[in-house]
């Protein structure tokens, strides 16, 4: 089972350049993530989920690619490719895989306008290494809520505190 992690920012730019930060460390095998969801909360209040991969779209690709090959069978390729995405489409949009959609509700829900939160199923991590890493650009992001053990969550905390005053003691100097 994964661990979860959701990390605060000020801004969801932070977030996203975590997130692109984490992809590029899962390349290296510093990590291995189940799921990275950005969630953003806007200035008006609404909450938006910015998915790591968009199931629509992967779905009615996989879809458009099946119909047309079944479409072929049936000398009709354009009308099973039509079909087919569309079928893709829709059963893209309603599997949920992940984190679950209405936990990321939850949590945007608790942030404050123009904030984001960077949700994180972790399948397993050099977690010194990945923090060591993510220093430069998220110097002040808060652990906001986790299913770690009090031991690991308390080292998270001090790792993520100790980033927070080596980012303040660089910026002052």
Request: charged residues 25%; negative net charge; contains cysteine.
């Amino acid at each position: 089972m994964g661990q979860l992690i959701v990390l605060g920012f000020d801004k969801a730019e932070e977030a996203e350049d975590v997130r692109r930060e984490l992809a590029a460390l899962q390349q290296e095998h510093l990590i291995a993530l189940e799921d990275a969801v950005v969630v953003v909360r806007g200035d008006e209040g609404k909450v938006e989920l910015r998915q790591a991969v968009n199931l629509t779209a992967a779905g009615a690709v996989s879809g458009g690619f099946w119909g047309t090959l079944v479409g072929l069978i049936f000398l009709n390729p354009l009308l099973g490719a039509a079909v087919g995405a569309g079928v893709g489409a829709a059963s893209g949009a309603l599997t949920d895989l992940g984190i679950n959609d209405g936990f990321l509700r939850e949590v945007g829900d608790t942030l404050t306008a123009g904030s984001a939160a960077l949700c994180l199923l972790v399948k397993e991590a050099t977690v010194d290494r990945v923090v060591e890493e993510l220093r430069r650009h998220a110097p002040h992001a808060r652990l906001l809520r986790t299913n770690l053990s009090h031991k690991d969550e308390s080292h998270l905390q001090e790792l993520l505190q100790k980033a927070s005053r080596e980012a303040e003691a660089l910026r002052l100097s």
